[in-house]
């Protein structure tokens, strides 16, 4: 989502944090997070600045950059960051896990 002339952040857009994750879009192997930025419009355009500076053939394997709301503080070390999402995902996939097994293993 890119910022048109005349539109507005909103206060939670300017307030929230994003991760600048790290992936390959061919293997699916994830390099974690590179960055975690405040506010929308500054995450978008460090994302654009990892873009810029990649390499032609790191794009070519196949790494690309993603954002994804966090709820880590901004300038929160890139490695402990990705410890903390790993985490979180784990925590989420488990607890996905457990309410599909308590629904009879149906979705809701």
Known sequence: MRLTRGEHLT????KTSYAVVRHNVRTYESAGVVQIVKGRHNAELTLKNFEV?????????????????STLKAGTDPAEATELRQAELEQRESKATQ??????????
């Open 99 to 108: 309410d599909s097994e308590g629904n009879g293993g149906f979705s809701r």
């Open 53 to 69: 500076e990649q390499s032609p053939a790191d794009r070519h394997e196949g790494w690309r950059y993603f954002l994804e709301k």
């Open 11 to 14: 206060n939670e857009e300017l």
